[in-house]
């Protein structure tokens, strides 16, 4: 099932809208463009003409997609074309296939053209034929519906191409239509093989009306060749993107501890979500409870809820033992003025793993403008730690400090004001004192009430990123020198297929400085529609890098998420997890894949079965 066209014909439609009894050029009559039970030229009177000549004239539709995907924007163009023509119209509506009923969305692409409403149908169409020698291309956009359950799509298009005597005889009048279908696919699994500095990536269609929870499993075929992952969750509410998080994918852990926050009005909430691969069930201890997850399944609730039960007005850590290697991830959820569900990222601790030494630095906070950071730090040990937090600005001076300490076991969250009138920016570095363990360390970004992400900290010489960009889709970039000498840092531009692009930038860092961009302004010659890696290297010494995507959505509001970068000196276990994935009901989950490996990703449900999702392309 694809795009065909469904014929042509001439003679047939009431195009220009008549004031009197000579032609006018104004703007279309509803439904004059061979829509079912639409009007024509003939009872309209507004063209009498001979059939046109096919050969020397047409209306066409480009950009009209092979098969439609749910909420996605396309920018089409309607082309009138005949030689002798010297003004051009036009008339086009998207219909479903069943039923006269409005498919998607219409809105003018250029001054010229406006939408109109009749009888529950949009109608994009001229204002006032313009002028023009041979053709004339009109600029409309449409948004698709939001599930592809929805069924097949009919376009039909009119096209006046007139000769401008002010009369209603001479003119062609031509008629098309074209009939998409939606892209529907599903899987349990998917092979992938990402070259070195490559990527791949897929998305779920969100098309069932309720969520659909579950996991994801990424098993390479050597253990030497496990790429680094990201999913990004996306939350829709009445058609509108509110939220995204990016979660990087993770090893499995048998102990871990993570940031706890349940405001008393349960505005905050901290959900988790533990999936248990393993062929037998493991039991989860935590605090006074225990919860047990049958073999292959998975749970995902928020900590308010049973068997977690914790109160509201609760602040501090979750910590659990498994007896069974387990994957985690923790999400906290607010919910905003307009009733908006924004989701965060919040770093695991592995209680396994050595605990932090050294100064910890996150690569990027704001302050102000209104934005604001929030510094959240988690005693991974049995003792008490305590340090110093220092903001420090894009030169590298120290700009505000504050004392921390935090009790064994425990956690300590603390923020900037957000006052400033003009944004404040800069690294954070966080100073354990003398013979103290570092916290593990993450900050979380908002941005009036409307946006959220977390981040963690990390060093490195040598990162990759995924990065992509498209309208109204930026990738920024945040990157601090870790160390107390001057650095260099170089960043070269990898296409999805691991080929070089050629474009490279060079940014001189001062000692403790930092930068942060958006990656056209790394890149001047970066393509409109880009996605691959960005491979960030430092001349000596170490830097700290995060990346941020920033979105705006249809209303006009500045959405942002992270997009972690993987260390290149890292390792990983035999196999990597996304212990959470969510489709439908508003929600849609894109797994990204960078760096380099073979082997598969494969979906489960929460009981452990099989999980078949609807992929977009």
């Known amino acids: 099932m694809g795009i ?16 009197t009894a000579d032609a006018s050029s104004t703007s279309p009559f509803p439904g004059a463009n061979g829509i079912p039970n639409g009007m024509t030229c003939d009872t309209g009177g507004c063209h009498i003409s001979s059939a046109p000549d096919l050969n020397r004239g047409s209306v066409t539709i480009e950009g009209l997609p092979q098969q439609w995907l749910p909420n996605t924007v396309y920018n089409l163009v309607v082309v009138v074309q005949r030689p002798a023509a010297t003004r051009f119209g036009f008339q086009l509506s998207a219909i479903f296939s069943t039923g006269q009923r409005q498919a998607g969305a219409l809105t003018p692409g250029e001054t010229v053209v406006s939408v109109v409403t009749y009888i529950g149908v949009q109608y994009a169409q001229h204002n006032d034929a313009p002028f023009g020698a041979l053709q004339r291309r009109f600029l409309v956009t449409w948004r698709s519906p939001s599930t592809a359950t929805s069924g097949d799509i009919d376009f039909h298009v009119a096209g006046n191409a007139a000769n401008g005597n002010g009369e209603r005889t001479g003119d062609a009048i031509y008629l098309q239509s074209y009939h998409v279908a939606p892209f529907v696919a599903t899987l349990s699994s998917r092979s992938f093989s990402v070259p070195a500095f490559g990527s791949t990536s897929l998305k779920t269609a969100g098309e069932p009306a309720a969520p659909q929870a579950g996991y994801a499993r990424i098993t390479p075929d050597t253990a030497a060749g496990v790429p680094s992952g990201v999913a990004v969750f996306g939350f829709r509410s009445n058609n509108v993107l509110v939220s995204e998080a990016g979660v990087p994918a993770s090893t499995a852990m048998k102990s871990g501890r993570f940031y706890v926050e349940v405001s008393a009005d ?14 037998q069930a493991a039991t989860i201890l935590f605090g006074s409870g225990s919860l047990s997850i049958p073999a292959g399944g998975q749970v995902a609730k928020f900590l308010t809820e049973s068997p977690f039960n914790v109160a509201r007005g609760f602040q501090g850590s979750f910590s659990f033992t498994s007896d069974l290697p387990v994957a985690v991830i923790a999400l906290r959820g607010f919910t905003n003025e307009r009733s908006d569900f924004l989701m965060t990222t919040l770093p695991v601790a592995d209680l396994a793993a050595a605990a932090p030494s050294g100064t910890q630095v996150l690569p990027h906070y704001a302050d102000g403008g ?18 110093v937090v220092q903001f420090v600005g894009t030169e590298g001076l120290v700009a505000n400090s ?9 956690a300590q969250k603390m923020s900037t004001s957000g006052r400033p009138e003009a944004v404040v920016s800069g690294s954070v570095r966080i100073v354990p004192s003398d013979g103290t363990a570092a916290p593990v360390t993450s900050a979380i970004f908002a941005y009036r009430s409307v946006s959220a992400a977390g981040v963690a900290a990390v060093r490195g010489s040598s990162f990759r990123m995924f990065a992509d960009s498209a309208a109204g889709l930026q990738t920024g970039i945040a990157v601090a020198n870790a160390g107390t000498s001057a650095v ?8 999805s297929d691991g080929s070089a692009s050629g474009l490279t930038a060079t940014i001189s860092l001062p000692p403790l400085g930092q930068t942060a961009k958006f990656l056209g302004e790394f890149f001047p010659a970066l393509p409109a529609t880009f996605q691959g890696v960005v491979r960030i290297r430092a001349s000596s010494g170490e830097i700290s890098v995060v990346g941020l995507r920033g ?9 942002i998420t992270t997009t972690p970068a993987a260390v290149e000196t890292g390792t990983a276990g035999p196999e990597l997890f996304f212990p959470h994935l969510v489709d439908g009901g508003g929600y849609t989950t894109q797994f990204i894949l960078f760096g380099s490996g073979t082997g598969s990703i494969r979906f489960f449900r929460q009981d452990g079965a099989a999980f078949s999702l609807t992929i977009a392309p």
């Not at 260099?488 to 296409?495: F, G, P």
């Open 4 to 19: 065909a066209r469904q014929g042509v014909c001439g003679l047939l439609v009431l195009f220009f809208t008549v004031h």
């Open 266 to 279: 349960g505005g905050i909430n901290t959900g988790v979500a533990i999936a248990n691969p393993n062929s």
């Open 370 to 387: 209104g934005w604001t950071t929030q510094i959240v730090l988690i005693n991974s040990t049995d003792s008490d730690i305590a340090g």
């Open 402 to 410: 504050s004392s921390y300490s935090v009790s064994a076991r425990g």
């Open 488 to 495: 260099t840092v170089t960043m070269d531009l990898y296409r």
């Open 551 to 559: 979105r705006t959505n249809e209303r006009s509001d500045f959405l």
